[in-house]
């Protein structure tokens, strides 16, 4: 679906002073958290405060570029702007999918959404990987928790056995592999057809999934066991060629919108999964609370696995991933200090926390211009 959004375009270095629109992109629908907040409102308001000067043409659904083409996509300029899910280019964002595989350090998504934006923001070896994919990371995200949604009962470590599940690849598929079940990979666009074709058992994803990809539909059981949560890559990566061509105004305008709709994205996730598990419920959904089995096998595999991440990172070609695993920890955990006394209903709060330790720190007239 293309959505026209009037927000503004670019006034100095060298771009063109009358208004032109520039393309975001998201490949999740627009009535998705993700994208009715941080992308068609988000492009509303930076308009609004720009005063027209940057306007942004929002593609949803994947309909200018799919999954796994917009790292390629934005660098290239065929968006300005746009959304990356980091499983789809390992090869190219390694630091970015060595943290978003350490999925299970922290959970809480609030935490992991506030964390992973400091980290692509400020962490060195992570911003050199922004600049050799041609990229000016502006914010991250997190999805709510992964929860186990299937079209067959699956309550206990037994009943895992043999499943087949929808995985985001990754310690995801590690985490399926060392369960007994079988991991699928394939993007969250699909995971309704394997249900409904049964060449799925289960999709392994946030539950809102249950209503923005109408899961509700082919789902008869959901296993609440908190399979991670997903943050790797970013909510916002900018061209660096268009970002290096605003001017600091402008670039502020960005940084304080971002703010916003970092929180508020978080906000209406969690909202929209408590809806979609309200409604499907209702409508004969079983919910199973995992056996202690699960639990004991999934407190197993996240000890032994964060040797694999360290290994799998160095065969990239990082040669320090113990550095930036340690750095991740600790923003995370600064983080969860954060945010331990926040209203995570706030989004108001919420965000001026964002604005006053994160992108006030950032001086607009250079970051993203190295």
């Known amino acids: 679906m293309r959505l026209q959004t009037a927000v503004l375009a670019l006034a100095a270095g060298g771009l063109a002073s009358a208004a032109v629109a520039q393309n975001a992109n998201h490949f999740f629908a627009e009535r998705h958290s993700m994208v009715r907040g941080p992308y068609v409102e988000f492009a509303e308001r930076v308009a609004e405060d720009t005063g027209g000067e940057l306007q942004f043409t929002v593609f949803t659904g994947g309909s200018l570029l799919p999954p796994a083409a917009s790292l390629q996509g934005v660098r290239d300029g065929v968006a300005q702007v746009t959304y990356h899910a980091g499983t789809y280019t390992p090869a190219e964002l390694p630091v970015a999918n060595l943290v978003g595989n350490a999925a299970f350090y922290n959970t809480d998504p609030m935490v992991m959404a506030f964390a992973s934006t ?77 249900l409904d074709t049964g060449s799925l058992d289960c999709a392994v994803a946030a539950a809102d999934a249950l209503d923005s990809f109408s899961l509700s539909d082919v789902v008869t059981s959901m296993n609440t066991l ?67 089995a699960l639990r004991d096998a999934l407190a197993e595999f996240v000890k032994a696995d964060e040797a694999v991440l360290l290994e799998n990172a160095r065969e990239r070609g990082l040669e320090n991933p113990e550095e930036i695993l340690a750095d991740y920890k600790r923003i995370v955990n600064r983080w969860a200090d954060l945010l331990s006394e926040v209203d995570h209903t706030d989004v108001e709060a919420l965000a001026e926390l964002a604005r006053t330790e994160i992108y006030d720190n950032l001086d607009p007239a250079s970051y993203g211009t190295e």
């Open 118 to 194: 400091e980290f692509g923001l400020t962490n060195e070896a992570a911003l050199a990987e922004w600049r050799e994919n041609g990229i000016v990371f502006g914010g991250g995200y997190s999805t709510s928790e992964y929860v186990m949604m299937c079209n067959t009962p699956v309550e206990t470590y037994e009943d895992i056995q043999g499943k087949r599940l929808r995985m985001a690849g990754g310690a995801w598929s590690r985490f399926a592999e060392f369960v007994g079940a079988v991991p699928v990979s394939i993007p969250s666009s699909e995971m309704y057809t394997g």
């Open 226 to 292: 908190a399979v991670g949560n997903y943050y790797s890559g970013f909510e916002w990566g900018y061209n660096r060629g268009f970002w290096q061509g605003l001017t600091p105004e402008v670039r502020s305008v960005l940084f304080d919108q971002m703010a916003y709709y970092l929180a508020e994205h978080r906000v209406e996730f969690d909202a929209d999964v408590e809806k979609a598990v309200s409604s499907a419920t209702e409508n004969g959904m079983e919910v199973f609370e995992p056996d202690q």
